[in-house]
């Protein structure tokens, strides 16, 4: 079965500066995608970025890029010149190309951006 | 479009009491699911389905029905609530297809609160 672990519960960044969030994902499939989305105190689940398992450029968003080391199963979420308004719950999470559409959750980093 | 949209937003129930949380969306999307969110962590998938009259559990199941007898609607059913079914419910959608960007769409959520 595949997983996801993010293993920063929180992390604090000071305005207009870069933040690097980790993701680490196992799984045996070769074809897979891989998902970020940021939950707001609001609570709604926004899509931000995503990078497929054999695409050799990584994905970039606006001010959000995806760090994808395929070899270490890492995808790291990079956010440059962070702003107040990216405080919020960000979730890392993996869809196996041969499953039903299905995506799996890592337990979410809670980032705070200072002003 | 009005994407996914998920009703309540918020309920309250009594141990012992059935209800259905509804979920709709009007992209013509094959794949819905619903997901769990609990305190602190991140979505667990609840049931999927894959087109109209085809459903299929996820990784936490019990107490739970769903039916799909269109594409538009997937009703979440809980049979009998228990405290322990306390959380935020999410549905999602997304196309069929081939590999690729196969973003899912998620609702609004619901807050349900069983007494």
């Known amino acids: 079965a595949q997983k996801i672990t993010q293993t920063q519960p929180g992390m604090f960044v000071q305005e207009k500066e870069a933040v690097t969030l980790d993701c680490t994902y196992d799984t045996s499939d070769q074809s897979y995608g891989l998902f970020w989305y940021k939950q707001p105190s609001s609570g709604e689940m926004i899509f931000l970025i995503y990078?497929?398992?054999?695409?050799?450029q990584n994905a970039t968003e606006g001010r959000y890029s995806l760090n994808f080391q395929k070899a270490r199963k890492s995808a790291n979420l990079v956010i440059s010149a962070s702003q107040l308004g990216d405080s919020a719950m960000y979730f890392c999470a993996i869809l196996l190309v041969g499953s039903a559409r299905q995506l799996t959750f890592g337990s979410g980093t809670q980032l705070t951006v200072l002003p | 479009n009005a994407g996914v949209t998920q009703t309540p937003k918020f309920q309250v129930l009594k141990t012992g009491q059935s209800m259905t949380l509804q979920c709709a969306q009007d992209m013509n999307h094959e794949y819905m699911s619903w997901y769990r969110q609990d305190p602190g962590m991140g979505l667990r998938l609840i049931h999927y389905?894959?087109?109209?009259?085809?459903?299929d559990q996820g990784e936490v199941p019990n107490g739970y029905n769903v039916s799909r007898s269109t594409t538009e609607d997937f009703p979440l059913r809980l049979l009998s609530a228990a405290p322990s079914q306390t959380s935020v419910y999410f549905c999602?959608?997304?196309?069929?297809?081939?590999?690729?960007?196969?973003?899912?769409?998620f609702g609004p959520g619901t807050r349900l609160t069983v007494l």
């Open positions: 389905s894959v087109g109209a009259g085809i459903t």
């Open positions: 999602a959608s997304t196309r069929g297809g081939l590999a690729g960007r196969n973003e899912q769409f």
């Open positions: 990078q497929g398992s054999y695409d050799e």
